[in-house]
């Protein structure tokens, strides 16, 4: 199973991700949640880098199903907007193919609540 941490300010933005794991749904290099999922995260990842001058640090490890992500300064509304899209994308995917193959979670100072 993907399981999507979802870091939230007090005012519930995004200010970071963490991906870890892998979903399952078919065999070493068929996996098409895996495949979606993954660039989701670096399309949004690269956009950040690319179109905005936001600060981020981040990485990924390949073997693990390790991806993380987060903001290091004032996020700008183009990197909000990259942010909604993404959760948006991982939501569209968790509700077509199922929560037993991608749990996503958000975590704010408030607590942890699970979708």
Known sequence: MITVTVFQDSDLSYQGIELTG?????????????????????NMANS????????????TEEDTGHFWFRFTDTVSTESKLLMNSLVLGLQN??????????????QSKGGVSDV
Do not use: M, P, W
């Open 93 to 106: 995917i968790a509700g077509d193919y199922g929560k037993q193959y991608i749990k996503i979670r958000f």
């Open 48 to 59: 950040v880098e690319h179109f905005t001058e936001d600060s981020f640090e981040g990485g």
């Open 22 to 42: 892998h979903s399952g749904y078919a065999g070493q290099g068929e996996d098409i949640i895996c495949a979606a999922v993954s660039a989701l995260a670096l």
